[in-house]
């Protein structure tokens, strides 16, 4: 756990990427609202993890799966955000398994062509 209330803070340079993104161009933010809003994410980001912590822990499990995510957005009453998650979450997922499958390929192909050095 942290020490100190500002290690709980997410990354400024995260919290700024993520305003200009969600902003029109030309739009500004002052330096006292970019520190509102990275607040506001931790504790945010905090409350979900707490909440989710919850489903995790009736289900006698120590460890968060997506599925306690995907609840407690339900019980915290951020529905709306359950589609996009769930679709961030198969895109992850589809990601993973490409990665993973290009590894194994990689691999294989190592794989054969030490043993074709080995025969030849």
Known sequence: ???????????????TRIIKEALPDGVNISKEARSAISRAASVFVLYATSCA????????RKTLNASDVL???????????VTPLKEALEAYRRE?????????????????????????
């Open 1 to 15: 756990m942290a020490e100190r209330p500002e290690d709980l803070n997410l990354p400024n340079a995260v919290i």
């Open 53 to 60: 912590n919850n489903f995790a822990m009736k289900g006698k």
């Open 71 to 81: 609840s407690a957005m339900e019980e915290l009453e951020f529905q709306r955000f």
């Open 96 to 120: 993973q398994k490409g990665k993973k499958e290009a590894s194994e390929q990689k691999k294989k192909d190592k794989d054969k062509k030490t043993d074709s050095e080995e025969q030849g």
